[in-house]
Structure formats: structure tokens, C-alpha cells
T-cell receptor
Framework: GAVVSQHPSRVICKSGTSVKIECRSL??????MFWYRQFPKQSLMLMAT?????????EQGVEKDKFLINHASLTLSTLTVTSAHPEDSSFYIC?????????????FGQGTRLTVV | AQSVTQLGSHVSVSEGALVLLRCNYS??????LFWYVQYPNQGLQLLLK??????LVKGINGFEAEFKKSETSFHLTKPSAHMSDAAEYFC???????????FGTGTRLLVSP
């Protein structure tokens, strides 16, 4: 199956700093990538939809100035958590749909555990 | 709006017993349906999917699910549980024509020896 690589898998940062998380589709082109946040023992909460070459679409309640998303190419989307605070600590997961495929499954990255201290 | 209901946040079975994880969805038209598994601190791995055609879908690791339109259900089963099946399972739907997935709240499967 298709592979989505997410990096880093774990990151610890100081409060007030910014953290960038990368999501790469390794063997396919992804016009659309999704960013999720998952709280402990809970389901995935969609944060935003990232489209290559255009602005991301954020879900209601998600601060777009805090969670900056860039989808500069068909294989890379990045999520930057700006001015991170302890409440931003969470598990972040990306997924990607392959180009032109609507009815196939989304491919997920391994997730990034962010801890803000 | 689409929604997915997974009955039971936890399901406990003994090794070798039948596994049944329930999933119901709300949709005016049949969506695409998926089951994903998540191991601790990892992303999601696809177990199986239903798009069109045969309503009984077989997936990896011996899992299968049956799409029942009349019941708006897509329950996941496995005849004999293995210790390695202990994980979190998510049912998800994708409305026809859309790319966004809607997830259920997840069911944690516990397998005892």
C-alpha cells in the first residue's frame, strides 16, 4: 500500500516556541492531505484540509493563525504549531488521499507526539 | 451531516473467542465505509473497506465486515481473537463524492489469555 511518512514522531518543545511537523507521501501524489489531532483515549478530530497550491480549509474552532498549514507540493504538507503552549500537547496525525482517487482509503502517517513544557 | 456510532468504548474478549465491534452510520445515501486499527502511539492502518459490490468484505489479519444497508451498519468481526489484536479500532465513513472521513469514537479491544 501507499506510504505516508510523518516526521518527527516525537517532539518536546518549550512553551512559546514553534514546532513544524512534516507529512510526506512517499510513493504517490497527494492533492489533498488532512491534519488530525487526537486527545488521549479519544477519536481523531479533523483540524484542517490541506490542498496543494491553495490555502488550507480549517474546521470550525481551529485557530488558523496558530496551526499554520502549507501544502507546497504534491508530496509534502507541513503543520506548524506557532507559539506552542502546554494545552497544544497532543498526538497529531496526517493523512493523504492519492491523486484522483475518491473512493480509496486515506493513508495515514505514523503520528507525532507533541509535548510542550 | 454524516455521523458514525461505535457501540461500546471497550470490548473484552478471551483469546480464541469471536470478536464483534459494532458500527452504525447515518447517511441518506450509502457512503464508503472503512475500518482502521490503531496501535499505541501509531497512526491508523486500514483493515478493510467497502465501496461498492459485495457487501461482505474481507480484510487483513482475518477481519471481515458486512455492509447492511437496511440496518445502516458495518460491523467488524473476527472468528478467533489473538492477543495481537488488542488495539483501538475506528469505523469511518466517507460520504459519496467527498474526500473527508468522518470517524467514530473508537472501540478499544482487550484480549485476555
Amino acid at each position: 500500500g501507499a506510504v505516508v511518512s510523518q516526521h518527527p514522531s516525537r517532539v518536546i518543545c518549550k512553551s512559546g516556541t514553534s514546532v513544524k511537523i512534516e507529512c510526506r507521501s512517499l510513493d504517490f501524489q497527494a492533492t489533498t492531505m488532512f491534519w488530525y489531532r487526537q486527545f488521549p483515549k479519544q477519536s481523531l478530530m479533523l483540524m484542517a484540509t490541506s490542498n496543494e497550491g491553495s490555502k488550507a480549509t480549517y474546521e470550525q474552532g481551529v485557530e488558523k493563525d496558530k496551526f499554520l498549514i502549507n501544502h507546497a507540493s504534491l508530496t509534502l504538507s507541513t503543520l506548524t504549531v506557532t507559539s506552542a503552549h502546554p494545552e497544544d500537547s497532543s498526538f497529531y496525525i496526517c493523512s493523504a488521499n492519492s491523486l484522483g482517487a475518491v473512493n480509496t482509503e486515506a493513508f495515514f502517517g505514523q503520528g507525532t507526539r507533541l509535548t510542550v513544557v | 451531516a454524516q455521523s458514525v456510532t461505535q457501540l461500546g468504548s471497550h470490548v473484552s474478549v478471551s483469546e480464541g473467542a469471536l470478536v464483534l465491534l459494532r458500527c452504525n452510520y447515518s447517511s441518506s445515501v450509502p457512503p464508503y465505509l472503512f475500518w482502521y486499527v490503531q496501535y499505541p502511539n501509531q497512526g491508523l492502518q486500514l483493515l478493510l473497506k467497502y465501496t461498492t459490490g459485495a457487501t461482505l468484505v474481507k480484510g487483513i489479519n482475518g477481519f471481515e465486515a458486512e455492509f447492511k444497508k437496511s440496518e445502516t451498519s458495518f460491523h467488524l468481526t473476527k472468528p478467533s481473537a489473538h492477543m495481537s489484536d488488542a488495539a483501538e479500532y475506528f469505523c469511518a465513513v466517507r460520504p459519496s463524492g467527498f474526500q473527508k472521513l468522518v470517524f467514530g469514537t473508537g472501540t478499544r479491544l482487550l484480549v485476555s489469555p
